[in-house]
């Protein structure tokens, strides 16, 4: 059980059960002990199954999950209330807020709070077995295949089987005696949870845009790269913009290899520099000629620097960026100092302390914002490396990771030791294949220079064009 702190501080989760209850509960309010029984029982359940799901990392970092779990349930509750009464149980789209949450969090917290919506829900109809058991076993059945989609169309899974629970409940309550039109029932249950499927796709734009919880499926979208702030860091920083890109398959290869989200990875890996867009060439990887930063103090080059965090998340929440997007843009820095400048300060005799190289963090707290952190030091290191061997880059990646590991930069995390392995494992096999790429690159000007040689009356393009023509064929 939570302790008393714990629960001084969810204060306002009581009025909220309590509002869900009277919503759904206004035929029963005429008997205030049986009322009073099922809201304390309520609130006993959602302090033991959904609680402790919500305190649970990404959702106990923003209100917005809090916020949208009461919505739902709120608003959810009462509409299936009304079509239950109005077009009777196998009609309701009892299951439909359940769907919603899985879309937009995870299986767990959806499950969870799948348990909790059926008891408050069948508390508002005549139980009986029957009842009970379809609108948990469909609820269930639509938080565990609902989560993870990453297509609009893969809805029909969860569309599917609420729609066969319905089908055999309704064969079960035949079997029970109730008095159901058979026809009329028959196609009421089935395709009732094809069409409330179809309407939660719809609601998901809004419900994002109003909490800026995003569901797989739209942040994969976002990563599309015809974001506007993606476009003009392409235009105004390329450096930032291919190293994102890169970064971005590197978080996403680790991402799955643990078990992370890799969708997020990704996406927050193309945002986390966006910040760069203003003064782009004071960042290494888009200096040409002339590196500004030789003229300036090394103090003012840091806040120069730091900038891009400050304000890239005032670009992000400008355009309304997922909240665990924005969260990556200042936790990819944590609370690391910037070694660089602070080295520069101290060999022109500077007496400064490490604490004013430091970046503000918070540290990354979540795995997907630890696994960033890690590939943008990887991918900063490998910049300027040519051609380097297997062994090569499995030991300088091994030795980035543990260095940002011994800096006690993951602590808050949630990335274990083997996680650090496997993701180590991860960055050199990408790594690896990418200088191989690299490598293969001139095998083609090569065969080229041959074909040129075999024709000495050929142009180079129409050299170039046969060898496309070649490659069609294949
Ligand atoms: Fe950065
Ligand atoms: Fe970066």
Same mark, same amino acid.
């Given at each position: *059980?939570?302790?008393?702190?714990?629960?001084?501080?969810?204060?306002?989760?009581?009025?909220?059960?309590?509002?869900?209850?009277?919503?759904?509960?206004?035929?029963?309010?005429?008997?205030?002990?049986?009322?009073?029984?099922?809201?304390?029982?309520?609130?006993?359940?959602?302090?033991?199954?959904?609680?402790? +799901?919500?305190?649970?990392?990404?959702?106990?970092?923003?209100?917005?999950?809090?916020?949208?779990?009461?919505?739902?349930?709120?608003?959810?509750?009462?509409?299936?209330?009304?079509?239950? *009464?109005?077009?009777?149980?196998?009609?309701?789209?009892?299951?439909?807020?359940?769907?919603?949450?899985? &879309?937009? =969090?995870?299986?767990?917290?959806?499950?969870?709070?799948?348990?909790?919506?059926?008891?408050?829900?069948?508390?508002?109809?005549?139980?009986?077995?029957?009842?009970?058991?379809?609108?948990?076993?469909?609820?269930?059945?639509?938080?565990?295949?609902?989560?993870?989609?990453?297509?609009? &169309?893969?809805?029909?899974?969860?569309?599917?089987? =609420?729609?066969?629970?319905?089908?055999?409940?309704?064969?079960?309550?035949?079997?029970?005696?109730?008095?159901?039109?058979?026809?009329?029932?028959?196609?009421?249950?089935?395709?009732?949870?094809?069409?409330?499927?179809?309407?939660?796709?719809?609601?998901?734009?809004?419900?994002?845009?109003?909490?800026?919880?995003?569901?797989?499926?739209?942040?994969?979208?976002?990563?599309?790269?015809?974001?506007?702030?993606?476009?003009?860091?392409?235009?105004?920083?390329?450096?930032?913009?291919?190293?994102?890109?890169?970064?971005?398959?590197?978080?996403?290869?680790?991402? +799955?290899?643990?078990?992370?989200?890799?969708?997020?990875?990704?996406?927050?890996?193309?945002?986390?520099?966006?910040?760069?867009?203003?003064?782009?060439?004071?960042?290494?990887?888009?200096?040409?000629?002339?590196?500004?930063?030789?003229?300036?103090?090394?103090?003012?080059?840091?806040?120069?620097?730091?900038?891009?965090?400050?304000?890239?998340?005032? &670009?992000?929440?400008?355009?309304?960026?997922?909240?665990?997007?924005?969260?990556?843009?200042?936790?990819?820095?944590? =609370?690391?100092?910037?070694?660089?400048?602070?080295?520069?300060?101290?060999?022109?005799?500077?007496?400064?302390?490490?604490?004013?190289?430091?970046?503000?963090?918070?540290?990354?707290?979540?795995?997907?914002?630890?696994?960033?952190?890690?590939?943008?030091?990887?991918?900063?290191?490998?910049?300027?490396?040519?051609?380097?061997?297997?062994?090569?880059?499995?030991?300088?990646?091994?030795?980035?990771?543990?260095?940002?590991?011994?800096?006690? +930069?993951?602590?808050?995390?949630?990335?274990?030791?083997?996680?650090? +392995?496997?993701?180590?494992?991860?960055?050199?096999?990408?790594?690896?294949?990418?200088?191989?790429?690299?490598?293969?690159?001139?095998?083609?000007?090569?065969?080229?220079?041959?074909?040129?040689?075999?024709?000495?009356?050929?142009?180079?393009?129409?050299?170039?064009?046969?060898?496309?023509?070649?490659?069609?064929?294949?």
């Amino acid at each position: *059980m939570a302790p008393i702190s714990d629960l001084a501080k969810r204060w306002y989760h009581f009025p909220i059960v309590l509002g869900s209850l009277f919503l759904i509960q206004f035929p029963n309010l005429h008997d205030p002990p049986r009322f009073i029984a099922e809201y304390v029982a309520l609130v006993a359940l959602w302090l033991a199954v959904v609680s402790p +799901e919500l305190e649970r990392k990404p959702f106990s970092l923003h209100r917005a999950y809090p916020a949208l779990v009461f919505s739902i349930l709120l608003v959810g509750s009462f509409v299936s209330k009304m079509i239950l *009464m109005r077009f009777g149980l196998f009609a309701s789209p009892f299951f439909a807020p359940i769907l919603l949450l899985a &879309l937009l =969090t995870d299986r767990r917290l959806s499950v969870n709070v799948a348990v909790f919506f059926s008891v408050m829900l069948i508390t508002s109809v005549e139980p009986t077995p029957i009842r009970f058991g379809l609108i948990l076993v469909s609820n269930i059945v639509a938080a565990v295949t609902g989560s993870g989609l990453k297509k609009r &169309l893969q809805i029909i899974r969860p569309a599917f089987f =609420t729609a066969l629970c319905n089908v055999l409940f309704l064969v079960l309550s035949l079997f029970s005696g109730e008095s159901l039109s058979l026809d009329r029932d028959l196609l009421v249950s089935f395709s009732a949870p094809f069409l409330f499927s179809v309407v939660d796709l719809g609601l998901l734009p809004f419900v994002e845009y109003l909490s800026l919880v995003y569901s797989d499926i739209d942040l994969v979208e976002l990563g599309n790269m015809n974001h506007p702030l993606i476009k003009l860091l392409s235009l105004r920083a390329p450096g930032t913009y291919y190293h994102s890109t890169i970064l971005a398959n590197l978080a996403e290869a680790a991402a +799955e290899k643990i078990g992370a989200n890799p969708i997020l990875a990704r996406t927050a890996a193309y945002f986390h520099d966006i910040g760069k867009v203003k003064r782009p060439y004071f960042y290494t990887e888009n200096i040409q000629d002339r590196n500004p930063h030789d003229e300036l103090n090394p103090k003012l080059s840091h806040l120069i620097v730091q900038d891009h965090v400050k304000y890239g998340l005032e &670009l992000a929440r400008r355009h309304r960026l997922p909240l665990l997007v924005q969260d990556v843009i200042p936790q990819h820095h944590g =609370t690391r100092v910037q070694k660089y400048f602070y080295h520069k300060a101290r060999e022109m005799g500077e007496n400064l302390s490490e604490d004013e190289f430091r970046y503000t963090g918070p540290k990354p707290q979540f795995k997907e914002a630890g696994i960033i952190m890690l590939a943008d030091s990887v991918e900063a290191a490998f910049r300027s490396v040519k051609n380097p061997s297997a062994g090569r880059i499995r030991s300088l990646v091994e030795e980035i990771v543990s260095g940002i590991y011994n800096e006690r +930069e993951l602590d808050e995390s949630g990335l274990t030791l083997k996680d650090l +392995e496997a993701i180590a494992g991860e960055f050199a096999k990408v790594l690896l294949n990418m200088f191989k790429s690299r490598i293969e690159y001139p095998k083609e000007e090569i065969k080229r220079v041959i074909v040129l040689a075999e024709n000495p009356d050929s142009k180079p393009n129409e050299a170039q064009s046969s060898d496309q023509e070649d490659s069609k064929d294949r």
